[in-house]
């Protein structure tokens, strides 16, 4: 059973547009709501994060949203540029056991 | 900062091998994890570990083990090699603030090969 599930599973979008990630869960103990990204042949990185005691965390180009009551979190990526184009990876944390839940990824590709 | 250093980079072996990859970290981070990444496809835990000494398994730690005899270390053992291992196994660390996971760092990974 996965208990975290990334839409879509690839993106296209054009550069200057925003890109719109979606990240959904089943468990209501998960307090901690990372995006990770990755590079093509490098390792993944944290991009951004949040807690829930905030529905919204900007930084910069990148905006975290996120829905308690619907359990689901969202990446907003505004005025994509193909720099941005990656493998985005949610993960968030199960309870105080350090083990991360991770998605399967939504693929990006930013055409200039 | 810090770095985390996975060595081998690349590792070939023969089916039913016995191999073992190490990690080493100097950001002093209590908890250890060991991934596993196919081709194309997300991250699959390994073995974790949240202080020297300890371990946890994943999701998929069937054929493998690990040893964490250090804070800064933590190994994984591919007890017989399959040719359906061939993939990139990552190694990161994190520090625990409140109990709970914080930043994950990674290392650079290894490529295991299976002839």
């Known amino acids: 059973q996965q208990q975290v599930r990334q839409s879509p599973q690839s993106l296209t979008v054009w550069e200057g547009e925003t890109a719109i990630l979606n990240c959904s869960y089943e468990d209501s103990t998960f307090d901690y709501f990372p995006w990770y990204h990755q590079f093509p042949g490098e390792s993944p990185a944290l991009l951004i994060a949040?807690?829930?005691v905030s529905n919204k965390k900007e930084d910069g180009r990148f905006t975290i949203f996120f829905n308690k009551r619907e359990k689901k979190f969202s990446l907003h990526i505004a005025d994509s540029q193909p720099g941005d184009s990656a493998t985005y990876f949610c993960?968030?944390?199960?309870?105080?056991?350090?083990?991360?839940?991770w998605g399967l990824g939504t693929s990006l590709v930013v055409n200039p | 900062g810090g770095i985390i250093t996975q060595t081998p980079k690349f590792l070939i072996g023969q089916e039913g091998q016995k191999l073992t990859l190490k990690c080493q970290q100097n950001f002093n981070h209590d908890t250890m994890y060991w991934y596993r990444q196919d081709s194309g496809k997300g991250l699959r835990l390994i073995y974790y570990s949240i202080t020297e000494n300890d371990l946890q398994k994943g999701d998929l730690s069937e054929g493998y083990d690990a040893s964490r005899e250090k804070k800064s270390s933590f190994s994984l053992t591919v007890t017989s090699a399959q040719k359906n291992e061939m993939a990139v196994f990552l190694c990161a660390s994190s520090n625990r603030l409140g109990g709970h996971a914080e930043t994950l760092y990674f290392g650079s990974g290894t490529r295991l090969t299976v002839l």
């Open positions: 949040i807690r829930p």
């Open positions: 993960a968030p944390n199960v309870g105080d056991n350090s083990k991360l839940i």
